[in-house]
Structures are given as C-alpha cells and as structure tokens.
C-alpha cells in the first residue's frame, strides 16, 4: 500500500526515495478555469500560475523566458518580497510561482537538469550543486540580516538611568490595509488580530515567562 524504492546494488544509481515535484494542493488551483489561449502561442506553467492568480498576462517580450532555468529560479527564491503582487487590501496576495519555484528544494530541479546534461561529470555537479546551496544560504542569510535591521531602526529604545530593564516601544499603524475590513487582518497588531481568542483555554499562559534586556 505504501511506496517503496529499492536500494541500488553495488556500482549502480540509486533511485530517489521521494520525487522533487510533489507539491501540496495551493488554494488559488482549487477552481476550475477555462481560460482562452490562442493555439499558436505555447501556454506554460508561468502562464497558467498567473491565470490563477487573476494577474494580468505577461508582455510578449517577457513570454518567451523560460521559467525552469536555475538562474530564473535562483533570482526569485533569493528574493522573495520583489514578487509581483495582485488585489487591494484583505485580499491583496503574490502572484503563483510555477511549481520549479515552489518546491521545498528549487535547487534540486537544476540538479536533475545537470545530471542529465553532465552525466559523465560528476565533480562539476557536485561543484554547481554546493554553489548553489551556498548562493542560498547567503541569500537567506542576507534577507534575515535586512529584516532585523529593519525592526531595530523602527524601535524605540528608552532605559532608565536608575533601572535595570529597558523599554521598547515601537510605532504601529492600524488601518484598513492592516487589520482589514474586520478588524483581524493578519497584518495587525496583538495577538487578537489574525487568531481566534485563546484566554479561557486551560493552561493558557497569559503572564511573562521572560525579560529580554
């Protein structure tokens, strides 16, 4: 009833446990659409992501890019936030990225795309492979580095001459792009907004377990 993958013998490949592509079911792929395309152009994965994202199509120019390349897929997993966006407000989301892009490994795909190509080259995989484990490490790296400074710049720090904690306080904005228009975006603030109340749950903990200092 389950899957099994047989182990290799000695000298021969060995066939990977779990397949790159599996994906689960994302909420914009759900209905059904029936969207016109002409017969003489070619409709690929880019195409048919943006039509579920009821985002407009690509420019003829931008079209004909191909989209399951690593450096493609490299320039979009190492910067997540430029990804272009659709809708206003509470319903405001990224645009879907073909299934190359979102897979827990996109890497994985421009090994599969190696291992063809250089089937006799083993070291030049292994060398392309941990570049690009590198390169997204850095890149992971770097955007934590950008988000905390981010957070710092937008904090006020206020510490007493005669205490021994310090306070922070920081700047919000509660409107209609933040908390929506009920009142629970997930963009707001506090712990009500985005999640149902969890006050009268039983070991609920509803005091301080730490001081940060």
């Known amino acids: 009833m389950l899957p099994t993958t047989p182990l ?28 016109p395309v002409s017969e003489s152009r070619q409709f690929t994965r880019v195409d048919a992501a943006r039509a579920f994202s009821a985002a407009p199509a690509l420019p ?19 910067a997540p936030h430029r990804i272009e966006k659709v809708g206003k407000g509470a319903n405001e989301h990224q645009v ?18 190696d291992k ?8 030049e995989r292994s060398r392309r492979y941990m570049a690009r484990i590198e390169a997204d490490e ?3 790296k770097a955007r934590k580095e950008k988000r905390k400074a981010r957070e710092a710049a937008s904090m006020t720090r206020v510490e007493p001459t005669e205490g021994r904690f ?15 228009l009920d ?21 609920e903990v509803k005091i301080p377990t730490r001081v940060e200092v």
């Open 8 to 35: 290799a013998s000695r000298g021969e490949p060995q066939i990977a446990h779990e397949p790159i592509n599996d994906l689960p079911v994302h909420k914009l792929t759900e209905p059904q659409i029936f969207y």
């Open 60 to 78: 003829a120019a931008e079209r004909d890019q191909p989209a399951n390349t690593p450096e493609y897929i490299a320039k979009v997993t190492h």
């Open 96 to 113: 879907l990225q073909p299934a190359e892009v979102r897979i827990p490994h996109p890497h994985m795909v421009a090994a599969e795309r």
């Open 116 to 123: 063809i190509a250089l089937s006799n080259e083993m070291g």
């Open 138 to 140: 850095q890149a992971e």
């Open 166 to 180: 310090e306070f922070r306080f920081r700047d919000v904005v509660v409107s209609r792009e933040t908390v929506g």
């Open 183 to 203: 009142g629970r975006g997930e963009k707001g603030v506090g712990r009500r907004y985005g999640v149902p109340l969890a006050d009268r749950r039983r070991g």
